[in-house]
């Protein structure tokens, strides 16, 4: 992955200055910073799905990165069991609230766990996941 610097560089800021008037070079200065940060923030996300699929290939954990992973899953058992508490936690502690505990925003219709909205998308994803 390329290095993307984090601030501009004083020597460029100290030229660009010289070369432009006052207005100018602030426009001129503040364009390459958000160019930078964009070029950044792209250089992560590609970072990230690097490292995202080469665990996934090599078989190792994506959330701890250590253990290896049984076929066709993403975590291993360790990750996976965890991933599952704080995700029932936090659908326990959502009833509690008596909010949908999808997307934990709105009521849930009467007698069910999730509001309309998440009880149309849960049935397609019902569709796909099996595994539930
Ligand atoms: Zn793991
Ligand atoms: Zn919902």
Not at 8 to 28: F, G, P
Request: charged share 40%; aromatic share 6%; proline share 2%.
């Amino acid at each position: 992955m390329n290095k993307v610097p984090m601030e501009i560089n004083v020597d460029t800021v100290r030229d660009i200055r010289l070369h432009h008037s006052k207005e100018l070079a602030d426009k001129m200065i503040k364009a390459h910073h958000d160019s930078l940060i964009a070029q950044r923030k792209e250089a992560e996300k590609e970072f990230n799905k690097i490292l995202f699929f080469k665990k996934k290939y090599l078989n190792i954990c994506v959330s701890c990165g250590k253990r290896e992973v049984e076929d066709g899953n993403i975590r291993c058992k360790k990750c996976a069991e965890a991933q599952k508490k704080s995700k029932k936690n936090l659908y326990e502690s959502r009833k509690i609230l008596n909010i949908c505990i999808y997307c934990g925003k709105k009521k849930p219709k009467k007698g069910k766990l999730f509001c309309s909205k998440c009880a149309k998308s849960r049935i397609k994803y019902k569709k796909v996941d099996k595994s539930d």
